[in-house]
Protein backbone atom coordinates (compact mmCIF):
# COMPACT_ATOMS: atom_id res chain seq x y z
CA UNK A 1 0.00 0.00 0.00
CA UNK A 2 1.20 3.32 -1.08
CA UNK A 3 -0.73 6.45 0.35
CA UNK A 4 -0.37 10.38 0.46
CA UNK A 5 -2.28 11.63 3.00
CA UNK A 6 -3.63 15.18 3.10
CA UNK A 7 -4.64 14.80 6.73
CA UNK A 8 -3.19 13.58 10.16
CA UNK A 9 -3.06 9.50 10.70
CA UNK A 10 -2.46 7.58 13.66
CA UNK A 11 0.52 5.13 13.50
CA UNK A 12 -0.60 2.96 15.76
CA UNK A 13 -3.84 2.06 13.88
CA UNK A 14 -2.07 1.85 10.60
CA UNK A 15 0.81 -0.45 12.21
CA UNK A 16 -2.16 -2.95 13.75
CA UNK A 17 -4.27 -3.22 10.52
CA UNK A 18 -0.71 -4.06 9.21
CA UNK A 19 -0.15 -6.99 11.72
CA UNK A 20 -3.49 -8.21 11.42
CA UNK A 21 -3.85 -12.31 10.35
CA UNK A 22 -0.26 -12.54 9.26
CA UNK A 23 0.04 -15.96 10.57
CA UNK A 24 3.83 -16.15 8.59
CA UNK A 25 5.48 -13.57 8.72
CA UNK A 26 8.45 -13.23 11.59
CA UNK A 27 8.89 -9.88 11.80
CA UNK A 28 7.37 -6.43 10.63
CA UNK A 29 9.89 -3.34 10.82
CA UNK A 30 8.51 0.22 11.02
CA UNK A 31 9.31 3.58 10.81
CA UNK A 32 7.47 6.64 11.79
CA UNK A 33 8.86 10.38 10.84
CA UNK A 34 7.58 13.30 13.21
CA UNK A 35 7.50 16.60 12.04
CA UNK A 36 10.22 18.46 13.67
CA UNK A 37 9.65 22.11 15.65
CA UNK A 38 13.56 23.03 14.78
CA UNK A 39 13.88 24.50 18.40
CA UNK A 40 11.25 26.89 17.10
CA UNK A 41 12.32 27.98 14.11
CA UNK A 42 9.52 26.33 11.85
CA UNK A 43 6.02 26.31 12.70
CA UNK A 44 4.59 24.31 9.85
CA UNK A 45 5.79 22.13 7.13
CA UNK A 46 4.57 21.97 3.81
CA UNK A 47 5.31 19.00 1.57
CA UNK A 48 3.83 18.64 -2.28
CA UNK A 49 3.54 16.22 -4.30
CA UNK A 50 2.41 15.06 -7.70
CA UNK A 51 -0.05 13.05 -7.06
CA UNK A 52 -0.23 9.61 -9.64
CA UNK A 53 3.82 10.42 -10.13
CA UNK A 54 4.82 10.71 -6.54
CA UNK A 55 2.83 7.46 -5.81
CA UNK A 56 4.07 5.73 -9.03
CA UNK A 57 8.07 6.65 -7.76
CA UNK A 58 7.39 5.47 -4.57
CA UNK A 59 5.82 1.86 -5.43
CA UNK A 60 8.97 1.47 -7.45
CA UNK A 61 11.01 1.75 -4.82
CA UNK A 62 9.29 -0.25 -2.78
CA UNK A 63 8.89 -3.13 -5.63
CA UNK A 64 12.78 -2.76 -5.85
CA UNK A 65 12.85 -3.13 -1.83
CA UNK A 66 10.02 -6.11 -2.19
CA UNK A 67 12.53 -8.04 -4.55
CA UNK A 68 16.15 -6.86 -3.02
CA UNK A 69 14.93 -7.96 0.87
CA UNK A 70 12.33 -10.69 0.01
CA UNK A 71 9.36 -8.85 1.72
CA UNK A 72 6.25 -10.44 2.54
CA UNK A 73 4.81 -7.10 2.17
CA UNK A 74 4.97 -3.20 2.54
CA UNK A 75 3.04 -0.42 3.67
CA UNK A 76 4.19 3.66 3.07
CA UNK A 77 1.82 6.45 4.30
CA UNK A 78 3.32 9.94 3.28
CA UNK A 79 1.79 13.05 4.59
CA UNK A 80 1.42 15.95 2.15
CA UNK A 81 -0.15 19.82 2.38
CA UNK A 82 0.59 21.56 5.99
CA UNK A 83 1.96 19.28 8.92
CA UNK A 84 2.30 20.84 12.37
CA UNK A 85 5.31 19.76 14.64
CA UNK A 86 5.05 16.80 16.16
CA UNK A 87 2.36 15.23 13.91
CA UNK A 88 3.55 11.96 12.05
CA UNK A 89 5.15 13.05 8.26
CA UNK A 90 5.98 9.21 7.64
CA UNK A 91 4.84 5.80 8.22
CA UNK A 92 6.99 3.05 6.73
CA UNK A 93 6.20 -0.71 7.54
CA UNK A 94 7.49 -3.93 6.04
CA UNK A 95 6.91 -7.95 6.70
CA UNK A 96 9.24 -10.64 5.82
CA UNK A 97 9.82 -14.17 7.14
CA UNK A 98 12.90 -12.33 9.32
CA UNK A 99 13.92 -9.80 10.96
CA UNK A 100 17.40 -8.55 9.27
CA UNK A 101 15.40 -8.06 6.04
CA UNK A 102 12.94 -6.61 7.54
CA UNK A 103 14.89 -3.88 9.22
CA UNK A 104 17.00 -3.32 6.27
CA UNK A 105 14.36 -2.80 3.91
CA UNK A 106 12.84 -0.57 6.27
CA UNK A 107 15.67 1.61 6.24
CA UNK A 108 16.20 1.46 2.60
CA UNK A 109 12.55 2.66 2.04
CA UNK A 110 13.07 5.45 4.61
CA UNK A 111 16.54 6.54 2.96
CA UNK A 112 14.78 6.51 -0.56
CA UNK A 113 12.08 8.86 0.86
CA UNK A 114 14.66 11.15 2.61
CA UNK A 115 16.66 11.90 -0.33
CA UNK A 116 14.93 10.88 -4.24
CA UNK A 117 11.36 10.69 -3.45
CA UNK A 118 9.73 13.45 -5.70
CA UNK A 119 8.47 15.76 -2.95
CA UNK A 120 8.87 19.47 -2.04
CA UNK A 121 9.49 20.26 1.29
CA UNK A 122 8.83 23.69 2.35
CA UNK A 123 9.17 25.52 6.23
CA UNK A 124 7.68 28.24 7.49
CA UNK A 125 8.76 30.07 10.63
CA UNK A 126 9.44 33.45 12.30
CA UNK A 127 12.28 34.09 9.86
CA UNK A 128 9.81 32.88 6.59
CA UNK A 129 10.05 29.88 4.05
CA UNK A 130 12.70 27.74 3.31
CA UNK A 131 12.95 25.32 0.60
CA UNK A 132 14.37 22.20 2.11
CA UNK A 133 16.58 19.98 -0.06
CA UNK A 134 18.15 16.66 1.13
CA UNK A 135 21.64 16.81 3.18
CA UNK A 136 24.83 15.78 2.79
CA UNK A 137 23.97 13.02 4.85
CA UNK A 138 20.71 11.98 3.43
CA UNK A 139 22.93 11.24 0.15
CA UNK A 140 25.48 9.27 1.75
CA UNK A 141 23.11 7.07 3.29
CA UNK A 142 21.43 6.84 -0.21
CA UNK A 143 24.20 5.66 -1.55
CA UNK A 144 25.35 2.55 0.43
CA UNK A 145 22.43 0.71 -0.87
CA UNK A 146 23.35 1.57 -4.49
CA UNK A 147 26.98 0.25 -3.34
CA UNK A 148 25.68 -2.81 -1.75
CA UNK A 149 23.53 -4.43 -4.73
Do not use: N
Request: glycine residues 8%; contains cysteine; negative net charge.
Amino acid sequence: MISLAPEPFDPGGLLSGFCAGRTETGAVATFTGLARAEAGQTTVLELEAYPGFTERAIAEIADQARARFALQDFAVVHRVGKIAPGEPIVFVAVAAVHRRAAFEACDFLMDYLKSRAPFWKKETGPAGDRWIEPRAQDHADIARWESST
